[in-house]
């Protein structure tokens, strides 16, 4: 019979976690997702790799909503994404049960890590090889909240971040351009800052908006084509305006 | 003592509960809503022991909706029958529920319906039924008046018909009932009949 208590996860002699950096890598290389946070608007985007000609876009949905007013996106492995995503809406509901109130941002991305903790700590498991961005609304204040998990199991909450591909670059494209942003500002942001590493064009974007009135809303590719091409048309004229006056003076 | 009943009409389907509150000799309160939205679409009205009624109504409604965040589509009315009927089931040799339920749910492709689901896991789907000591009128004056695709007026003069025969004939006579209704625009509370008024106190 096998035995489940030889653990994989274990320390290296210089206080490594393994398997947990290599957890890491595989979130490394999924797609590049980015989560921002706006005062009443909270957006994620994930990016779409080209998809087969025979396949059917719809059935790969890549931002998903765990409960009325708590949406997740995820860059990793996206089976163990599945696993994750489905503990996480029973959570949703058995807390709604139990305690009569929808839970909160915090909570639940408290759990998720938790759980993504839970299996660094056990015999026969891996670590679940993703990352996650949870956007969502204070049920209570109406806060927008946006957390990020790992699959350490640490969690921290974010102005504005990225994960998956190339999310270093996104990162600093955010630090440095990030303002206080609300409704469509803040949809235009996390597209500009997903253009930097993302082919553009709204076939390689999957834009999903959090309100606290509508809840979730999947953008069209038509949508999110004209954001992309009012991104586009603001950088030529930044351009051109940068063109100008060289030319003036020479 | 508590009554439930409900009919199914044109393009709509109702379902009527008494609001009373009782333990032993004593009303609790008289404006209990037994009538659960489990959805957008559907009502589910349940009498019997109040723990049961209260447990197991939010635990259907609870997954109810976990199956529309996993599936991306909502559970037909039968199919959420059948889930109800089988956790009664199951149960049932263990640790039953004493809750009778009545769903009530209108879904697109089908229309309105109504499911018979009793405290022992019985199944049946209707176009009238009742529970309680009030069934034996509310059965018997749906018998002589029902018909098929009834307008919403027509409905509710026969549900008021019957809540005049439960309050004149039944010797302990609920005093307040609850009517809610179902149809295309979704599920939703109808009216009160009221006969005595409750102080208004905050849900719990």
């Avoid at chain 2, 997954?63 to 559970?75: C, D, E, S, T």
């Avoid at chain 2, 009517?179 to 409750?198: F, H, L, N, P, T």
Wanted: aromatic share 8%; charged share 25%; glycine share 6%.
């Amino acid at each position: 019979m096998a035995r489940y208590d030889r653990a994989i996860t274990v320390f290296s002699p210089d206080g490594h976690l393994f398997q947990v950096e290599y957890a890491l890598e595989a979130v490394r290389k999924g797609n590049a997702a980015v989560g921002v946070r706006g005062s009443d608007t909270i957006v994620l985007a994930v990016e779409k790799k080209s998809t087969p000609k025979l396949q059917d876009s719809r059935s790969v949905r890549k931002i998903v909503n765990l409960d009325d007013h708590i949406a997740l996106a995820c860059a990793g492995l996206k089976a163990d994404a599945r696993v994750l995503i489905n503990r996480a809406r029973i959570e949703c509901q058995s807390y709604k049960l139990t305690i009569e109130d929808p839970v909160t941002v915090e909570y639940i991305t408290r759990y998720i890590a938790g759980l993504q903790q839970k299996y660094t700590q056990s015999g026969g498991v891996r670590p679940f090889g993703l990352s996650t961005l949870i956007i969502g609304f204070d049920p209570h204040t109406g806060t927008p909240a946006l957390y990020q998990t790992d699959p350490s199991g640490t969690f921290s909450a974010w102005k504005a971040n990225a994960t998956g591909r190339n999310s270093n670059s996104i990162r600093e494209f955010l630090e440095k351009n990030y303002t206080e942003t609300s409704g469509q500002e803040t949809v235009k942001l996390a597209i500009r800052a997903l253009l930097e590493v993302v082919e553009s064009g709204g076939k390689n974007i999957e834009v999903a908006v959090m309100t606290k009135e509508q809840g979730l809303r999947q953008l069209e590719e038509a949508e999110i084509d004209a954001v992309v091409a009012d991104i586009e048309a603001e950088k030529a004229a930044a351009e051109a305006a940068k063109k100008a006056p060289a030319t003036k003076e020479t | 003592m508590e009554s439930v009943f409900g009919l199914v009409g044109k393009d709509f389907a109702i379902v009527v509960a008494d609001s009373s509150a009782v333990h032993s000799i004593l009303v609790h309160k008289t404006n209990e809503d037994k009538i659960m939205l489990l959805d957008s679409h559907k009502l589910m009205g349940a009498s019997g022991e109040t723990g049961d009624r209260a447990q197991f109504t939010e635990y259907v409604q609870k997954n109810v909706a976990l199956y529309q965040f996993r599936n991306g589509i909502p559970l037909t009315t039968a199919a959420t029958a059948n889930f109800t009927r089988g956790e009664l089931a199951t149960a049932l040799r263990k640790n039953p529920y004493m809750v009778n339920i009545i769903l009530a749910g209108y879904d697109k492709d089908v229309g309105p319906s109504l499911y018979f689901i009793d405290y022992i896991a019985s199944l049946h789907k209707v176009d009238k039924a009742a529970f309680g000591y009030g069934s034996y009128f509310a059965l018997s004056m749906m018998d002589r008046h029902y018909r098929r695709d009834m307008t919403v007026e027509e409905a509710i003069e026969l549900v008021d018909k019957i809540i005049s025969e439960i309050r004149s004939r039944l010797v302990v006579a609920p005093p307040n009932f609850l009517i809610k209704i179902v149809d295309k625009d979704g599920a939703r509370q109808y009216a009160w009949r009221e006969s005595i008024k409750d102080a208004p106190v905050a849900a719990a």
